[in-house]
């Protein structure tokens, strides 16, 4: 789903105005992103969580000729999914209880 296909699926939802919509993703959007760069967390709760996270610096190698190069540390946004975004993509299975053994007299 990109974009245009995500303002049209809550347009259809909500009753409100595909340009409406797409004003209001927009502003969400760089809200999120505004508060990423003052790296503060966003949490959405049942969805998840937006937040910068630190990469520690680390050795990697150039796969054409096997050069050692440094990678230095950075900051990388992050998402993590919520319980109630996990349980939609991946229901939790129920086990079902086997009855117990019945005892002998």
């Known amino acids: 789903m990109n974009k245009e296909e995500l303002v049209s699926a809550i347009a259809a939802a909500s009753k409100m105005t595909k340009k409406d919509v ?3 993703l927009d502003a969400t959007l760089k809200s999120i992103s505004d508060a990423l760069k003052a790296h503060e967390k966003v949490t959405l709760v049942g ?3 937006f937040q910068v996270k630190e990469r520690a610096a680390r050795e990697g190698r150039n796969p054409k000729t096997g050069a050692v190069l440094n990678i230095p540390e950075k900051k990388v ?3 993590t999914p919520g ?3 996990k349980e939609a993509v991946f229901p939790p299975v129920k086990e079902e209880k086997k009855p117990a053994p019945k005892k002998k007299k």
């Open 22 to 24: 797409g004003v209001v």
């Open 47 to 49: 969805f998840g969580t």
């Open 77 to 79: 946004p992050v998402f």
């Open 83 to 85: 319980k109630g975004l």
